[in-house]
């Protein structure tokens, strides 16, 4: 097989349909671009939830007149709670959280945010902070239930919260991007197929002549669809650095940005740039192997090389 021969027919063919390679290259590249980013996205959910796995708490907010006049739990209502949540087998530990440690927390959490210069220490209430036994499944949920019981209607407790109600919207939010995400890149990604398949024909019919005299001479049909199927895995492969480039600037130019107060504070584990370079990686072998499939099932059913 002459090498030569093969590549320069695929510089040909590129260069002769340079419209609708570039369109396929572009279309290939944003439907990479949205498969990275569900990827990083199913990345952050799952480190999201290795990081609360074990720091969820049910949290016993205290009243305001229990939360101002005990700093420390020591005064009959506070320290009573506290003895009732931690007498329960299904609870690990019970901390206590004062007005001013919630306060520090609460700026700490928002700094740099306008809520965290009106925001008061006596705005805040103190709380009891239970760390469940068991943090996954039904012992979980029996925990959580054990405390709302103990706590309900008790003087002193005005709200009982488990912080895995909270996180669950949270994984709500995640998932749902994620949902739109891979919609968006399946679109995408029939349409880079349907392009592919086109411009195979189109670059094959263009070039029919020339094909059909290697026939003749006795060329054997894989050595004339070669470069055709060569020219799919470069656009493939091309859309597919594309889309990587685009995750990077995307994560410098935005997502630093947008999480930086949320991953700085410890709520959702950062997008760090290797996370991005070993999705931009994946992308390439995904975008030839999508693209070099399409063209091989296009020449065998529709062009007759």
Avoid at 119 to 132: D, Y
């Amino acid at each position: 097989m002459r090498t030569d021969f093969v590549f320069r027919e695929v510089g040909t063919g590129l260069r002769r349909n340079v419209t609708m390679t570039v369109a396929m290259v572009l279309t290939t590249a944003i439907s990479l671009l949205l498969v990275g980013t569900g990827l990083l996205a199913v990345r952050t959910i799952d480190s999201t939830e290795s990081l609360y796995s074990d720091r969820l708490e049910v949290q016993v907010s205290l009243t305001q007149d229990v939360s101002a006049s005990d700093p420390d739990c020591s005064q009959p209502i506070c320290s009573g709670l506290r003895s009732t949540l931690e007498n329960s087998p299904l609870i690990a530990s019970v901390r206590y959280e004062s007005q001013q440690a919630a306060y520090e927390r609460f700026q700490q959490l928002f700094a740099g945010q306008s809520i965290a210069e009106v925001a008061r220490p006596q705005s805040l209430p103190a709380q009891l902070r239970v760390k469940l036994a068991d943090t996954d499944g039904a012992q979980a949920d029996a925990g959580a239930a054990a405390v709302r019981q103990a706590m309900q209607n008790q003087v002193g407790v005005r709200t009982v919260i488990d912080q895995r109600d909270v996180v669950a919207k949270l994984f709500d939010i995640l998932s749902g991007v994620l949902n739109v995400t891979f919609a968006l890149a399946l679109v995408q990604a029939v349409a880079a197929l349907l392009l592919i398949s086109n411009t195979v024909q189109v670059s094959a019919y263009t070039r029919r002549t020339e094909v059909g005299v290697m026939r003749l001479v006795g060329a054997t049909r894989w050595y004339t669809q070669l470069p055709f199927l060569i020219e799919a895995v470069v656009t493939g492969v091309v859309g597919a650095v594309l889309a990587g480039v685009g995750l990077v600037v995307g994560k410098i130019a935005f997502i630093d940005s947008l999480l930086a107060g949320i991953a700085q504070n410890g709520v959702i584990p950062p997008i760090t740039l290797v996370d991005v370079v070993m999705t931009s990686v994946w992308l390439v072998p995904i975008g030839a192997a999508i693209a070099g499939i399409t063209g091989y099932i296009t020449l065998r059913l529709y062009v007759k090389v």
